[in-house]
């Protein structure tokens, strides 16, 4: 079946460093490929998505894209700010599917 | 721009009471879906909908139920609290393959 897997956590940076947080991923055919970001006491909110391989999904300031070749959606920022701390998911949505597969989570502290 | 909105924010419930989480939406999304989070076990289907007037069981549906008698409501209802059921709840929404819509969720504690 299809599957996420991203890298464990807590990642610690130092502010203005660059952010790279791992995921993988495992399905047929030709899955949508999201991040979300969780914030302190707050639901998710999408951060960005790719919907085929070689898009690069991006928002503030975030990048990511989708690499079928070696199955991943790594998620990437040149300059981490404190603001930036947050949990981060890579999740995955089928062809043709409903449901939304998450991975675990990885937790980001930015320190000033 | 309300997007997912849900009621309570916090609840405290007795072993053994009922009760409902409520979940609205005003984007006119076509399907709906309810997760639980807990440490350490990541989001956990629960049920979702794909439409008005269909539901259907996610990863762990055992004591809840869900009714989606209007495109804008899906409702999640604790059969009879138990402590295994202390859990923060999300309310989601999208439109076709696109990204999820999260509600600010729902804290329950059972005592």
């Known amino acids: 079946g299809n599957s996420v897997t991203q890298m464990e956590g807590p990642v610690t940076l130092s502010e203005e460093a660059f952010l790279t947080i791992n995921c993988t991923y495992t399905?047929?055919?030709?899955?949508?490929l999201f991040w979300y970001v969780q914030y302190p006491g707050e639901g998710l909110q999408l951060l960005l998505k790719?919907?085929?391989?070689?898009d690069k999904g991006s928002n503030k300031g975030f990048e990511a894209t989708y690499r079928k070749e070696t199955t991943s959606f790594h998620l990437e920022k040149g300059s981490v700010q404190v603001s930036d701390s947050a949990v981060y998911f890579c999740?995955?949505?089928?062809?043709?599917?409903?449901?939304?597969?998450f991975g675990a989570g990885t937790r980001l502290f930015v320190k000033a | 721009n309300a997007g997912v909105t849900q009621t309570p924010k916090f609840q405290v419930l007795k072993t053994g009471q009922s009760m409902t989480l409520q979940c609205a939406q005003d984007?006119?999304?076509?399907?709906m879906y309810w997760y639980r989070q807990d440490p350490g076990m990541g989001l956990r289907l629960i049920y979702y909908?794909?439409?008005?007037?269909?539901?259907d069981k996610g990863e762990v549906p055992n004591g809840y139920n869900v009714s989606r008698s209007t495109t804008e409501d899906f409702p999640l209802r604790l059969l009879s609290a138990a402590p295994s059921q202390t859990s923060v709840y999300f309310c989601?929404?999208?439109?076709?393959?696109?990204?999820?819509?999260f509600g600010s969720g729902t804290r329950l504690t059972v005592v």
């Open positions: 984007m006119n999304h076509n399907s």
């Open positions: 909908s794909a439409s008005e007037g269909t539901t």
């Open positions: 989601a929404s999208s439109r076709d393959q696109g990204g999820y819509t």
């Open positions: 790719a919907t085929k391989a070689d």
């Open positions: 399905a047929t055919g030709y899955p949508s």
């Open positions: 999740a995955l949505l089928g062809t043709g599917g409903f449901k939304t597969i």
